[in-house]
Structures are given as structure tokens and as C-alpha cells.
């Protein structure tokens, strides 16, 4: 059974930093893509960023662009989203998504992704 669970939420004042991570169990994770969503009541879970199983491809939300970087190490079984320069925006919860796959197509749609944690809080205030 997979899980994953994230931390390093927190709250941090606008233009401060924050590092997001993701610990996956119950793999093998060698063939999977997976993202960081965020969600804020009455929007829809918005995709953040994405990085696909052998690391050489990730994606970004435009509004996350040169701000925002994800990273993972397979050996540790880990992702992780360094957030700089935050905004009052990004006030969310986070969320740490995996989905099976054989290519390393990423996905910005939720709903193609499979497995969830359980969510970080994120508040940037102004």
C-alpha cells in the first residue's frame, strides 16, 4: 500500500523561503510521476509542480515559475518543493500526489493522479 506523507508546512511572512517534503513508502517507486498540488477552500486543487520517475523532467504551474523547485531522491524514496520568495498566494494546503507510469508525461489534472497524502498547511502572510 502506498503512502506518502508530507511536512515541512509551516507559516512564513511574504518573500520568506519554505521546503516542502514528500516520504513515499510502499513502493517500488521506480516507474511513476509525481507532483505537489494545492488546494484553498472553494478553488479547485491546483497543480504546483511535477517531476517524473527518473528526475530529468518536471513542469511547473507558471505562477510557481523560477520561484518554486522540486527535486526527489530515489534512494531515500523522497520529494521535495523549495518555495522562495512566497507569497501571500500560496496560502494553502500542499499536497503530495504519485501516479504509476511508464513514460514521463506529467500530468496537471488531480484527478490522474492515484495516490495522496494527507497535506501540509502553508500561510504566507503579508
Known amino acids: 500500500q502506498v503512502q506518502l506523507v508530507e511536512s515541512g508546512g509551516g507559516l512564513v511572512q511574504a518573500g520568506d523561503s519554505l521546503r516542502l517534503s514528500c516520504a513515499a513508502s510502499g513502493g517500488p517507486f521506480s516507474t511513476r510521476i509525481m507532483g505537489w498540488f494545492r488546494h484553498t477552500p472553494g478553488k479547485e486543487r491546483e497543480f504546483v509542480a511535477g517531476i517524473a520517475w527518473n528526475g530529468g523532467r518536471t513542469d511547473y504551474a507558471d505562477a510557481v515559475k523560477g520561484r518554486f523547485t522540486i527535486s526527489s531522491d530515489s534512494t531515500k524514496n523522497m520529494m521535495y518543493l523549495q518555495m522562495n520568495t512566497l507569497k501571500p498566494e500560496a496560502t494553502a494546503i500542499y499536497y503530495c500526489?504519485?501516479?504509476?507510469?511508464?513514460?514521463?508525461?506529467?500530468?496537471?489534472?488531480?484527478?490522474?493522479?492515484?495516490?495522496w497524502g494527507q497535506g501540509t498547511q502553508v500561510t504566507v502572510s503579508s
Open positions: 500526489a504519485l501516479r504509476w507510469s511508464l513514460t514521463v508525461l506529467i500530468p496537471k489534472l488531480a484527478k490522474e493522479y492515484e495516490y
